[in-house]
């Protein structure tokens, strides 16, 4: 006789399912349970990353120069990472300029001017369209 695996009880909708999506959760749960935590660790990571960027402050304030020139770099990456998340926004999830500006609270004017793409701006402003 096959084996079957026995039918289990869903941790969230409290519905018996065969097939497991992960940890305790059906196969439509499972995908809403991973988004709403990823939401949830969001800001604890932007916290991570400030309590970080604060003790690279407090050695830069120091003296250590070492701190400094990380402190600059990982202001160049994260304008580079931001750049790279709100094309991922546009291209792959289709938001619009409207969506980008609320999130990040300017206008979509303000968000397209910011991070749109260096080839809908003229390489050299003011010599010609
Ligand atoms: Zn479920």
């Given amino acids: 006789m096959a084996y079957q695996r026995p039918l289990e009880l869903c941790t969230a909708c409290r519905q018996i399912f065969a097939e497991a999506g992960c940890g305790g959760l059906c196969r439509s749960c499972a995908p809403v349970q991973m988004q709403q935590r990823r939401q949830r660790e969001a800001p604890e990571l932007g916290a991570a990353c400030i309590r970080l960027f604060q003790a690279l402050a407090r050695r830069a304030g120091d003296g250590e120069l070492e701190a400094l020139e990380q402190l600059a770099f990982l202001q160049d990456s994260l304008q580079m990472q931001l750049g790279a998340a709100v ?12 969506d980008i500006g609320r999130v990040l609270g300017v206008t979509r004017q303000a968000a397209h001017k910011r991070f749109g793409r260096a080839t809908t701006a003229p390489a050299h402003p003011g010599r010609g369209l």
């Fill in 87 to 98: 094309a991922g926004y546009r291209d792959g999830h289709g938001y619009s300029w409207a």
